[in-house]
């Protein structure tokens, strides 16, 4: 029988992130270099982000694409098409796939495989984890497939990309933007799910996210640049500091939290994740992630698999690797069937 993993094993943070833990975890307010300052506090937190609505370039989806503006309207266009895809796809029978290997590549890879499986080869690649290495390579593989014709079949997505080469090449980046992020944040949240508590107790499914959320949220950070309104809310912000949020820090405040460290599924039973403070893993609630109500049911698709299939992370495997990245993540999980 395994020992629970947050009991035994080792959980091996990139240096920033370990310093950021070992140095600032019950700090409110801190400065973190000469043009940053870090914030915890949840009352700071919910005063920054009440203070001004995200800018253009704060929005890690929607933020401009090769210098053009994303309108709100287009913005909800491409949200509704994905959403409609994610609802298609949870339609198809679950059955009992075999996801044993390495995560989050098989989760990544079956998502991608369920949500956009029809569409053509041009649109599906430009979900794969490679296209991370750089955003010229990304914008390569843009430019190369939208040489072609638009698909006549295939995702509500992938049905945005027509008329001539410039507005195909637009719709492709758009593609990207919205399909990546169903794959990327989901995978991550589920890999990290199974290495801080499979085998799981007969808990809920969306306690188990919640918790792998709190302890490990993949948008660990939330950067909003330097505002003059930041200034009055805190003496140590100045007018031109960046200010970035650290759900990271705030998740695990032992002021906020029992047992903070404590990977606890079952607390969720009597803690309201849209109230406790300080718990933002969706960002704020006055423009709180437009996707999350696809990831809910994606994650407990895949956890479901999980439990029917009897996965969990190799025995030996006592220590996992979280990477500096966007998205916070154990990498490299051999999950096997127990
Ligand atoms: C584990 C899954 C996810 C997490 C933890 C997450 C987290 C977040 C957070 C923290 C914000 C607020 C950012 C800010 O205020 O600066 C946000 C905003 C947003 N998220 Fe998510 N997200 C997830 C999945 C998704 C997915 C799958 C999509 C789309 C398919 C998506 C689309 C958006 C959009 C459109 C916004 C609004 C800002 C923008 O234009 O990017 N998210 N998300």
Known sequence: MRVPTSVNNATVFAPRIRRLLDDHLGDGVFRIDADTVGVADPAVMDAVLRARPAGPAERPTFKPLRGKEISRAEAAAVMQAVGQDVRRALKVAEGTPDLAGTWPHVAHNYLRDLVFGTDPFRLRVMVDRT????????????????????????????????????????????????AAPVCFTVSAL?????????????????????????LLPPSWNILRVASPEFADLHPLIRPDDDVLLLPLLSHRDPSLWDEPAAFRPQRWATLDPEEHPGYVPFGHRNERCWGRHMVLPLAERLLRIVRATGLAVHPRQRTAHVPL??????????????
Do not use: C
């Not at 014709?149 to 509500?156: E, L, Y």
């Not at 809920?204 to 959320?213: G, K, T």
């Not at 990245?325 to 069937?337: E, I, P, Q, W």
């Open 190 to 214: 589920v890999t990290n799910a199974l290495w801080l508590g499979a085998p799981f107790a007969d808990v809920p499914d969306a306690y188990v996210i919640a918790e792998s959320a709190r």
């Open 325 to 338: 990245a966007g998205l916070l993540g154990v990498d490299d999980l051999r999950v096997v069937h127990t």
């Open 131 to 178: 296209l991370e290495l750089t955003t010229k390579l990304t914008w390569t593989t843009i430019a190369a497939g939208a040489a072609l014709p638009g698909p006549r079949s295939g995702s509500a997505l992938a049905q945005r990309v027509h008329g001539g080469y410039a507005e195909r090449r637009h719709a492709m980046g758009m593609y990207r933007r919205a």
